[in-house]
């Protein structure tokens, strides 16, 4: 599947939202939503059954390069997607903030600065989580592991759609 970003004519409403907490993330605007081989994501939400009304929380330090991400997963969600860009927090500040959002499944980056995603992982995990978290890296996932997350959800589109709809499913085995 190729990704691309084109400009439907109809959605903007949907474009607003998905632009408003871009904007509250310190995102630029898209001025196109996210397609996949040439149909629209809003046409293709059956396709993503496992995902709807999931509330997905995406954190990453590079708000800019995962933006079409976000407003696939949004579109996908039907809208219970989250961003949370990481800073300048410490590993302990970001993990109390994501345990306030209690999404039920995180995709938390690597290195983001200061912030290192398995440091972040394994104090969810020291203050007991309840949901399912996710290496959402390019990078290694071997730290990852050593605090105890096991899947890794690729980025990118429309990879992150793939991984994410085949790992809910409930006969996945884990593969990182």
């Given at each position: 599947m190729k990704s691309e970003i084109t400009n439907p004519k109809d959605n903007q409403e949907l474009l607003e939202d998905i632009n408003f907490v871009l904007l509250q993330?310190?995102?630029?605007?898209?001025?196109?939503?996210?397609?996949?081989?040439?149909?629209?994501?809003?046409?293709?939400?059956?396709?993503?059954?496992?995902?709807?009304?999931?509330?997905?929380?995406?954190?990453?330090d590079e708000p800019n390069l995962i933006r079409a991400e976000f407003a696939a997963l949004y579109v996908a969600t039907g809208g219970s997607a989250m961003l949370l860009v990481a800073t300048n927090e410490t590993n302990e500040e970001l993990a109390r903030k994501i345990l306030a959002i209690e999404?039920?499944?995180?995709?938390l980056d690597g290195n983001m600065g200061v912030i290192y995603g398995p440091t972040v992982a394994q104090e969810l995990?020291?203050?007991?989580?309840d949901f399912?978290?996710?290496?959402?890296?390019?990078?290694?996932?071997?730290?990852?592991?050593?605090?105890?997350?096991?899947?890794?959800?690729?980025?990118?589109?429309?990879?992150?759609?793939?991984?994410?709809?085949?790992?809910?499913?409930?006969?996945?085995?884990t593969d990182i």
């Open positions: 993330n310190g995102c630029d605007e898209l001025t196109f939503i996210p397609r996949i081989e040439g149909t629209y994501l809003v046409e293709t939400e059956d396709v993503f059954e496992a995902l709807k009304n999931k509330r997905i929380l995406i954190v990453d999404p039920e499944i995180l995709l995990l020291k203050q007991g989580y399912k978290i996710f290496a959402h890296t390019h990078g290694s996932t071997r730290d990852f592991r050593k605090v105890g997350v096991e899947d890794k959800i690729e980025k990118g589109l429309p990879r992150l759609l793939e991984d994410l709809t085949m790992k809910l499913h409930p006969r996945y085995k």
